[in-house]
């Protein structure tokens, strides 16, 4: 039964056409992260939610946001992706602490033409 | 965060123990020793953590040493389906985001 969903699994967009990826957890955990991880590297936390609260890494682009209308659901939104942008965007759950398994999506891969 | 290093490849003979290493010589007293891997095309899995004792489970063991500044990760009979890139990361136990490193390409042959 999958736990991480993302939708879609490939997504082509244009050069500076928003566009969004979808996740959803059946896990009810509190916290929902994103990552993006470029072609042969590590996967790089972008941000994350503690339940409503919004946590975004120092060094993450403001063209990046995020929304989390519920527990289930988390959004990421690319405002105008570069050519940078094509990775692989991968979502993960987990519950509060440092003990705690984060269980992963398959990711979707952006394409940026 | 605390650090860690681990090895860039490694080479296993399928059915053969592979033993993965990991230094975290900064290490704090509460961060928890979590190892992910990644089979490609895919998200990355959790395999094992431990804080202080070594530890098992179905996929593999997990090894800390005493002073807790290094851990393996043993996978007791590798197959084809374990070459996947490792990942050894440390959490406090307060946080919960993973700082994944470049973490080790295990390579199984047959």
């Known amino acids: 039964d999958a736990m991480v969903i993302q939708n879609p699994r490939y997504q082509v967009t244009q050069f500076g056409k928003p566009v969004t990826l979808s996740c959803s957890q059946t896990?009810?955990?509190?916290?929902m992260y994103w990552y993006q991880q470029k072609s042969s590297q590590a996967p790089k936390l972008l941000f994350h939610?503690?339940?409503?609260?919004?946590?975004n890494e120092a060094d993450t682009p403001d063209n990046f946001q995020s929304r989390r209308p519920n527990t289930s659901f988390c959004f990421l939104d690319i405002r105008s992706p570069g050519l940078g942008d094509a990775a692989m965007y991968l979502c993960?759950?987990?519950?509060?602490?440092?003990?705690?398994?984060?269980?992963f999506g398959p990711g979707t891969r952006l394409l940026v033409l | 965060d605390a650090k860690t290093t681990q090895p860039n490849s490694m080479e296993s003979n399928e059915e053969e123990p592979v033993h993965l290493p990991c230094n975290h010589s900064?290490?704090?007293?509460?961060?928890?020793i979590h190892w992910y891997r990644q089979l490609p095309s895919q998200g990355p899995e959790y395999v094992i953590h431990?804080?202080?004792s070594n530890v098992n489970n179905r996929m593999a063991s997990l090894a800390i040493a005493e002073d807790r500044k290094s851990s393996t990760l043993i996978l007791h009979r590798a197959t084809l389906r374990d070459a996947a890139v490792y990942y050894c990361?440390?959490?406090?136990?307060?946080?919960?985001?993973?700082?994944f490193g470049k973490g080790t390409s295990l390579l199984v042959t047959p």
């Open positions: 990361i440390l959490t406090p136990n307060s946080g919960y985001a993973l700082n």
């Open positions: 896990l009810n955990h509190n916290v």
């Open positions: 939610y503690y339940d409503k609260d919004f946590n």
């Open positions: 993960a759950t987990s519950r509060v602490g440092g003990r705690e398994t984060q269980y």
């Open positions: 900064t290490i704090s007293g509460t961060d928890y």
């Open positions: 431990g804080l202080t």
